[in-house]
């Protein structure tokens, strides 16, 4: 299987409203419209033409051609801004095949290059156990863990730091 990372383009609009309609949200946060509409796809492609390579990489993973997910790291604001924080989510019929892990390979790579960052961060709720083993495979290490940081459907959850700092 060949996995590639592609920019977003506006012929992807489709593609981008199948995932997010799709995509298991069950470790997501909240901050993913649903349902995801055709605004909403317009709207993220625009901010995404609009600051892509700046403020923040966000490319479409993509599987044998096919677009199976969505993968980011976003700089973060003002004394953090040597610094990104990382996303990314896949199809569930296309999980444990090893494209997580070279996703966040592939996008640690152009973040490093194209933002020039010294450290890129990851924060994973404490159950989801497939995402903190895929930053692992890539060199990330468990650095804190924020008690009820992260308010999900109207509850405050743990969530777990991973980062990466490169001299
Ligand atoms: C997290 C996610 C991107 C992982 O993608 P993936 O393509 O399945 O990842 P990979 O196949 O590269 O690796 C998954 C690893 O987790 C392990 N894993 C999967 N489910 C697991 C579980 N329930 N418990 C423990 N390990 C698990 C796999 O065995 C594999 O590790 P291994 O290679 O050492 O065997 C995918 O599950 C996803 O999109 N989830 C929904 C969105 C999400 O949670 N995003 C992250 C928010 S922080």
Partial sequence: MTIDLHNWTSADREALMTLCNAVDRTFLSDRLPYPYTEADAD????????????????????????????????????????????????????????????????ICEVSFRELALERIVGEVFPENLASARVLEKN?????????????????????????????
Avoid: C, H
Wanted: no cysteine; glycine share 16%; net charge positive.
């Fill in 43 to 106: 709207l993220w492609l625009g901010m995404v033409a609009e600051n892509d390579g700046k403020e923040g990489v966000w490319r479409a993973i993509v599987a044998d051609g096919q677009i199976v997910g969505s993968i980011s790291v976003e700089r973060m604001a003002e004394k953090q801004r040597n610094s990104g924080s990382i996303g990314y989510m896949i199809l569930t019929p296309f999980w444990s095949q090893g494209i997580g892990t070279e996703a966040v390979r592939q």
């Fill in 139 to 167: 060199g990330f290490r468990l650095e804190e863990t924020k008690v009820g940081a992260i308010v999900k459907g109207g509850k405050a959850m743990d969530v777990r730091v991973y980062g990466q700092a490169f001299g």
